[in-house]
T-cell receptor, first 115, second 111 residues
């Protein structure tokens, strides 16, 4: 889907475990965004990152959630001590630069299920 | 908090009919994007509108951005079963790179 690669596509975790979601942006894109989609809800912004920098994390829960986009490798969304309410589809998007009206291209998401 | 309200939430029509989906807000957006999402997949960008009053056409789809940049519409002419899907509008608030999404319109086109 437009070159943004997310893995795994499906992830099952038990309550209390850690979940790590990966996102490789499109070639040439240096800006990454994470969104969460709950059933029957729209996508909600979580965090916006550039290489080695978190630009806007206003949508991230204050506890258990963290994100990084290292100089080398994919962006990682990490959820510690998962709870049932974390079950959702997590989407990553990328854009070439974070400027006005640059379209964001989405991956196919990671569907996280908490047992 | 800037919100985007989409209507209708669900729409089921027969092949060949025309339809319009609306995306409204009380806030101004720098740009507005329309996406289509299939089950189990990510949103796929259809169009970006930037200028108030702008109209863009993509085959049988016509997108319009309101003059005040607070609302948008998507009109589909002669709908086909392949148009079935979830249509999402997303706005870029001024000064922010994050997107605010509507909840979507789930369209079903019956053959």
């Amino acid at each position: 889907n437009a070159g943004v690669m997310q893995n795994p596509r499906h992830l099952v975790r038990r309550r209390g475990q850690e979940a790590r979601l990966r996102c490789s942006p499109m070639k040439g894109h240096s800006h990454v965004y994470w969104y969460r989609q709950l059933p029957e809800e729209g996508l909600k912004f979580m965090v916006y990152l550039q290489k080695e920098n978190i630009i806007d994390e206003s949508g991230m829960p204050k506890e258990r959630f963290s994100a990084e986009f290292p100089k080398e490798g994919p962006s990682i969304l990490r959820i510690q001590q998962v709870v049932r309410g974390d079950s959702a589809a997590y989407f990553c998007a990328s854009s070439p630069r974070g400027q006005f009206s640059q379209p964001q291209h989405f991956g196919d998401g990671t569907r996280l299920s908490i047992l | 908090t800037q919100l985007l309200e989409q209507s209708p939430q669900f729409l089921s029509i027969q092949e060949g009919e025309n339809l319009t989906v609306y995306c409204n807000s009380s806030s101004v957006f720098s740009s507005l994007q329309w996406y289509r999402q299939e089950p189990g997949e990510g949103p796929v960008l259809l169009v970006t509108v930037v200028t108030g009053g702008e109209v863009k056409k993509l085959k049988r789809l016509t997108f319009q951005f309101g003059d005040a940049r607070k609302d948008s519409s998507l009109h589909i002419t002669a709908a086909q079963p392949g148009d079935t899907g979830l249509y999402l509008c997303a706005g870029e608030p001024g000064g922010s790179e994050k997107l605010v999404f509507g909840k979507g319109t789930k369209l079903t086109v019956n053959p």
